[in-house]
């Protein structure tokens, strides 16, 4: 099994855009073979900050 964790940053202005393009996207990356989990994180102090968590 592998964890993997990706640390993304955006432009505040952009935060709801790539929320957005996750919402709609998720289940396809969750879909991906092998993949049996995926989760979004929001850094509690920079909100532009990102982690995903997949297994």
Partial sequence: MI?????M???PDK???FKAIF?????L???F???????LLQDKLQ???FFTYSI
């Fill in 3 to 7: 964890k993997r964790i990706v640390k």
């Fill in 9 to 11: 940053s955006f432009q």
């Fill in 15 to 17: 935060v709801e855009d």
């Fill in 23 to 27: 919402k709609t996207n998720w289940k």
């Fill in 29 to 31: 990356i969750a879909g």
């Fill in 33 to 39: 073979k092998g993949c049996s989990h995926v989760e």
């Fill in 47 to 49: 909100n532009n900050v």
